[in-house]
């Protein structure tokens, strides 16, 4: 069993948000990799524990910073770790990245045969759910989204996705991508062992040179969506009434004449 988890270095959830050239900001000591990707590392640990053999392969795409990632996903038991990081990748949108990490996968895919992506329902920061469709449309592979549970036999992915409405079960040959939900299981907790390990493991650095992709297609320049304007929220005003017995009749008229009742 051989699989890819890609994981995402964001900017912590608390701390203060920016724009820089339209695109978030994002410094080393400000971020980490994306929560959600945690249940995508642990998903994929367990299919190769369950295997008895294979390799799990952590990939991000990023500047400097995004090293961080990956090297958590080696904290948590992932064998090998894969860092893309070009200038002209700068303000790609998630067509771009996909692009990039559908290069990278194949490259990775190429050496020898994967059985599946495995990438985290969303990524904190943007929250579009996009990216593992538009790399299952890039690699030309099945998708199964959203996954609440998966298991792989006899060469066929199958999870179970829950919807407001209905539970479904899905499956798909190999190899396939597959996002997991938060539902899926309960990511491990780095030991002191595996933490200090890697701090000096080796990160694989690609540029898009070593993919084959043109710079031109990626970056700022080829993105769909552009950041025009980003200000802070205005401050609110708090409204304090005093309730003299009328406490409630205030209170409503209060939502009902800005519409929220």
């Known amino acids: ?24 900001t994002r410094t080393a000591d400000d971020g980490s990799m994306n929560e959600l990707d945690e249940n995508a ?14 390799e799990v392969v952590a990939l991000t795409v990023g500047g400097p910073d995004a090293v961080a990632a990956v090297r958590k996903a080696l904290q ?3 064998g090998r770790a894969i860092h893309v990081s070009d200038a002209a990748i700068a303000g790609s949108d998630v067509f771009g990245t996909a692009k990039v990490l559908a290069a990278a996968v194949r490259k990775v895919h190429e050496e020898t045969p994967l059985d599946l992506v495995i990438t985290g329902m969303a990524a904190l920061d943007g929250l579009t759910s996009m990216l593992p469709t538009a790399l299952a449309v890039e690699l030309d592979w099945a998708q199964l989204t959203l996954a609440s549970s998966l298991t ?29 939900t938060d539902e899926a299981n309960k990511p491990r907790y780095p030991n002191f062992k595996m ?19 043109v710079p031109s297609t990626v970056g700022a320049g080829a993105a769909r969506v552009t950041v025009l304007d980003a200000s802070p929220r205005e401050p609110r ?14 209170l409503a008229d209060f939502l009902i004449e800005r519409g929220l009742a």
């Open 1 to 24: 069993m051989r699989v890819l988890v890609t994981v995402k270095f964001t900017p912590d959830l608390q701390s203060h948000r920016s724009f820089t050239d339209g695109t978030v």
């Open 41 to 54: 590392v642990e998903a994929a640990l367990q299919l190769v524990e369950a295997a008895g053999e294979g």
């Open 76 to 78: 948590l038991g992932v």
């Open 152 to 180: 792989v036999a006899d060469g066929v992915a199958t999870i179970e996705r829950h919807l407001p409405e209905s539970h479904e079960t899905v499956s798909a040959q190999l190899p396939a991508v597959v996002s997991v």
């Open 195 to 213: 933490i200090m390990a890697a701090r000096t493991a080796v990160v694989e650095t690609w540029s898009l040179d070593d993919l084959g992709v």
């Open 237 to 250: 005003t708090p409204v304090i009434v005093t309730d003299t017995g009328e406490g409630g009749r205030q």
